[in-house]
């Protein structure tokens, strides 16, 4: 009997989890539960922390998963480890269902950085408008540089404020469309935007944006993670499962 966990959070889970459903494939979706009204899904799903590698293996064992697929955000890059090691621990096997990275084209003003302490360390200079891509988990890491003013886009209304001095808040959530972004970095004067290489076409609108605006990106590349194998469809996906 299979029956696959997915580890997910993204929009390539929660396609995946609808192929799951299509092809009858019993499995469950995993979130850690952080976004205040995750999109409704067509198979079970379980939220929350496994209680790191000996929980996700404890967890494998008592619900007889055969597969596990890590379609979490390429920047999870804990859970992702995690699972590499609870696979090597329980014999389990993994795939990761990834994204492509995104690649500057012409046009492009990128800064790639290795990570999200390099990111704060090239903002160092005179105050600027930046545009603060990059989810609520690292926001305070930016108050040593509080000369800037930040303009967050965030998927929840923060329960407390962003800890930087001069900053406006934008809720929303993907999709984002060139257009639309290029409106609000017109509209907050950005003259910098700050991304994760998230890679996928959910936020890479701002990129886009920036591009027509000729606005420089400061983009953070991904986590290094263990080997593992990987592949970028859900068609990959469910090959692998039923091969
Ligand atoms: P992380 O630092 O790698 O994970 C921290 C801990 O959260 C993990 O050790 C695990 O706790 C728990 N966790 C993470 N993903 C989980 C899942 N799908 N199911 C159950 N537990 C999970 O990850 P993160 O960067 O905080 O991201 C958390 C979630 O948000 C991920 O599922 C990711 O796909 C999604 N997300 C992240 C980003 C981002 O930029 N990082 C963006 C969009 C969505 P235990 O050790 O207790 O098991």
């Keep these: ?3 696959i966990l997915v580890l997910g959070g993204t929009t390539e889970a929660s396609a995946l989890a609808r192929a799951l459903a299509e092809a009858r494939i019993p499995a469950t979706l995993s979130y850690m539960g952080r976004v ?7 198979i079970p799903v379980r939220i929350g922390g496994f ?15 055969t597969h596990i697929v890590d379609a979490t955000h390429p920047f999870a890059a804990q859970m992702s480890t995690n699972a590499v090691m609870a696979s090597r621990e329980s014999g ?3 795939l990761a269902l990834t994204r492509p990275t995104w690649e500057p084209g012409e046009g492009d003003t990128w800064q790639s950085v290795p990570d999200m302490d390099a990111a704060v360390a090239a903002l160092a200079g005179p105050p600027r408008r930046v545009m603060l891509a990059i989810g ?4 305070a890491e ?15 209304t923060p329960t407390k404020a962003p800890p930087l001095p001069d900053h406006t808040v934008i809720i929303d959530r993907g999709p984002f469309s060139a257009e639309a972004d290029r409106l609000l970095m ?40 263990p080997p593992r194998h990987e592949v970028q ?7 692998w499962i039923t091969t």
């Design 1 to 3: 009997m299979t029956y």
């Design 36 to 42: 205040d009204h995750p999109k409704a899904q067509p």
């Design 51 to 65: 209680g790191g590698v000996p929980g996700l293996v404890a967890y494998l064992r008592d619900h007889q998963i």
């Design 92 to 94: 389990v096997p993994l």
């Design 136 to 139: 609520r988990m690292h926001l």
């Design 142 to 156: 930016f108050a040593a540089q509080p000369q800037h003013h930040y303009v967050l886009r965030l998927v929840d």
């Design 186 to 225: 017109q509209s907050h004067a950005i003259d910098l935007i700050v991304s994760k290489n998230a890679g996928g076409t959910g936020s890479v609108s701002k990129l886009q944006a920036a591009r027509d605006l000729g606005l420089p990106v400061l983009m953070i590349n991904r986590p290094v993670l």
């Design 233 to 239: 469809t859900t068609a990959g996906v469910i090959g």
